[in-house]
């Protein structure tokens, strides 16, 4: 059984269609079915199920996912210590990160690949539910976010810095004089907010639902650099991480005055899984980017 067959099964039953499987494996048809077939005699058991217009897993099939999964993983992570130990310093990383993180996250990117120009850098935004299921699927080696409010027991959590929950807007606004807002400051302004599920929006809907009020949403959408688009060319205000705005010159952000209004930026990682090297760099080039640019709320 060799590894190479064992991701053209993987493809194979992702896309359940051998022409697009061998498109993706960049092979010929025929080459990939006769791979599937020298692993289904080896294993002694049909792993698909074919008719001329359709493929389908096998029970057997199924099953065999898991531990085909398994094994690349314990592949890859075999090559990327030996690679450590030859001290090669290549492969690939894999960020998943909330908007909030955006801006540190490309600085320190780029000097990591200034560093290391062998190593790939792959980054992902997604929810951060998404992300930690891709955390623990293995399919990233670390996420970038705010501490959620409950956490997996297979991820481990470390502190990079303090946030509070803010009210975005112009340094002109007459708003920005502030120290601190309360939710009946803000009631009769209009919003562009943050989409439900991502972590601003939650953390604000849960101090809205505690005090029953709700604000005044004109916009809402997922993407925070659009969202800050909307602030600075009208009148809206948003609500974001007090540091998301912390590199725009002509936007503030003022603290919701809230005795629970605390966020913390973490790396989380998937226990027991191996550390690599171009991981540790990079998030020891991201603890230095930190404590230069004294990122406390």
């Known amino acids: 059984m060799e590894l190479r067959q064992l991701r053209i099964f993987l493809t194979s039953a992702e896309t359940l269609n051998f022409s697009d499987a061998a498109k993706q494996m960049f092979m010929t048809v025929s080459a990939l079915t006769q791979n599937i077939k020298t692993l289904e005699q080896e294993l002694g058991m049909p792993l698909f199920d074919r008719t001329s217009h359709s493929v389908f897993l096998t029970e057997a099939g199924e099953h065999f996912v898991a531990y085909a999964q398994e094994t690349l993983r314990a592949a890859d992570e075999a090559k990327a210590r030996m690679q450590d130990f030859a001290k090669l310093n290549c492969g690939k990383l894999r960020v998943g990160i909330t908007h909030a993180f955006t801006h540190m996250v490309t600085e320190v990117t780029t000097m990591l690949c200034k560093l290391y120009p062998n190593i790939e850098v792959e980054i992902r935004y997604k929810t951060v539910d998404e992300m930690m299921l891709m955390l623990t699927a293995h399919q990233l080696d670390m996420v970038l976010c705010y501490k959620p409010t409950?956490?997996?027991?297979?991820?481990?959590?470390?502190?990079?810095?303090?946030?509070?929950?803010?009210?975005?807007?112009?340094?002109?606004?007459?708003?920005?004089?502030?120290?601190?807002?309360?939710?009946?400051?803000?009631?009769?302004?209009?919003?562009?907010?943050?989409?439900?599920?991502?972590?601003?929006?939650?953390?604000?809907?849960?101090?809205?639902?505690?005090?029953?009020?709700?604000?005044?949403?004109?916009?809402?959408?997922?993407?925070?650099?659009?969202?800050?688009?909307?602030?600075?060319?009208?009148?809206m205000l948003s609500v974001l991480a007090c540091n998301a705005v912390k590199d725009y010159a002509d936007l503030c952000a003022v603290p919701i005055a809230d005795d629970e209004n605390s966020m913390t930026g973490c790396i989380h990682t998937l226990k027991c899984a191996y550390c690599k090297y171009s991981q540790r760099e990079f998030v020891r080039l991201l603890n230095e980017y930190i404590h230069f640019h004294q990122y406390e709320a």
């Open 150 to 235: 409950k956490m997996d027991a297979r991820i481990e959590t470390e502190r990079l810095f303090d946030d509070k929950l803010g009210v975005i807007m112009k340094k002109e606004h007459p708003l920005a004089k502030n120290t601190s807002l309360t939710i009946d400051d803000i009631s009769k302004y209009s919003f562009a907010l943050p989409s439900k599920g991502l972590q601003a929006r939650t953390y604000l809907d849960e101090m809205l639902a505690k005090r029953g009020k709700e604000l005044n949403i004109k916009v809402d959408l997922n993407v925070s650099t659009t969202l800050l688009g909307f602030v600075r060319k009208s009148s």
